[in-house]
């Protein structure tokens, strides 16, 4: 595991813009950057009032540690996306590295090969600024 990063307003900045390209490119409604134990990095877009974002990281994180444990079982070191789909919402987890993850909330007007080919490019920038703050 890899110090935490220092977050600077100008890393805070670039963060939230990246994930801001993100979201309008991909159409998705909301995306945000957790540690591996939860812990909201950064956050933009929208999301239903009634959700607590806290909480959805919390289980997110919990889901990806659970998805790395079945990926060693079957002979993976780790699965690098994490895809649920609902009727309404749906959910894609990318590791973004071995200590942080890209969540993102899209509904039905998006499809999930959208939030993946923009997704790519997003992890990569969120890598990089990852690496530099620390």
């Known amino acids: 595991m890899h110090p935490m990063p220092i977050v600077t ?12 390209d993100f979201l309008d490119k991909s159409e998705a409604t909301f995306a ?4 591996r134990g939860g812990t909201i990095i950064s956050q ?4 239903p009032d009634s959700t607590d974002v806290t909480t959805v990281a919390a289980l997110a994180a ?3 540690a659970a998805t790395k444990e079945l990926a060693t079982r079957v002979g993976e ?3 690098s996306a994490l895809y649920q789909q609902g009727s309404h919402s749906h959910l894609l987890m990318n590791a973004v590295d071995d200590d942080f993850v890209l969540v993102t909330v899209f509904g039905p007007k998006t499809t999930v090969g959208l939030v993946r080919f923009y997704s790519t490019r997003a992890l990569a920038h ?3 600024i ?5």
Do not use: M, N, P, Q
């Open 9 to 20: 307003i100008e890393a805070a900045e670039e963060l939230l813009a990246v994930l801001a």
């Open 32 to 35: 945000l950057i957790i540690d």
């Open 44 to 47: 933009h877009g929208k999301i």
């Open 62 to 64: 919990g889901s990806f």
């Open 77 to 79: 070191a780790e699965f």
């Open 126 to 128: 969120i890598g990089t």
């Open 130 to 134: 990852i690496r530099e703050a620390r």
